[in-house]
């Protein structure tokens, strides 16, 4: 949290697998997919944003999350006003090519521009679920 | 995974905040919202969908997943088909309102169609990131 670190490290860039990268399926979307935002450390999902073919590009060359935005309509790399940095460590691709998950390195204070941790720190309901049943085995006599 | 198990059980019904409710802003993706599915025993991110109003609300009421097909324009209720139904623990609201993230038991073989636990299994990119630093305290002298 201390700014006596010293300047911001830079991002490191991913291996790339280009044939995966061609199959994103940015049509279905108007040219973006979501892009779902997770700590690498913890698996908290931060925040969703959206990216197009460009935005992609750039996360993968420079380490860090950039996305595009749709009410702006402008890239936007994650921190570069806050401080609060992304380094990227992977992105996954989805079954049908439509939708992103990037686990990253979350620096500073958070994702959320209000502060928190994750954009997603309101509970609209909750509940016991129904936990996966383990089976345990039962000994051979 | 056995099927000896007698039939799936019912979802449990969650509390439910209805200030929240309303604060999710469908008009802005044209009566959807995207809802990001994780697994809530281990945080992986399973599968993303999207939700209207009522499949929301069918969602909170019936404690499994329900999601609205925009290709097809029909409500589905995940797992009806295959019987990899989500059991839904927790909903959360993201800050400005438009994405939820759906903390479910994942029962079955898994999220995805093709038979994997997540429907993000493919991995465009991948690297080291800049791991999260922790200041060492120096001990006062």
């Not at 670190?5 to 040219?31: Q, T």
């Not at 999350?65 to 790399?77: L, V």
């Not at 016991?128 to 089976?135: A, F, K, L, S």
């Amino acid at each position: 949290m201390s700014a006596a670190a010293g300047p911001a490290p830079e991002g490191v860039a991913l291996e790339v697998d280009e044939e995966l990268v061609g199959a994103v399926d940015f049509a279905k979307g108007d040219g973006l997919v979501p892009a779902i935002v997770q700590d690498a450390s913890d698996g908290t999902v931060l925040t969703m944003a959206y990216m197009d073919a460009e935005a992609l590009r750039r996360t993968l060359a420079t380490g860090r999350s950039w996305f595009f935005s749709r009410s702006r309509q402008e890239y936007w790399q994650k921190g570069e006003t806050s401080g609060d940095r992304q380094y990227v460590r992977e992105v996954r691709l989805d079954c049908d090519g439509d939708a992103l998950v990037v686990l990253v390195d979350q620096h500073g204070r958070g994702a959320c521009h209000t502060g928190e941790h994750s954009c997603f720190f309101r509970t609209i309901g909750s509940g016991p679920g129904v936990p996966v049943h383990v089976p345990v085995p039962v000994p051979e006599p």
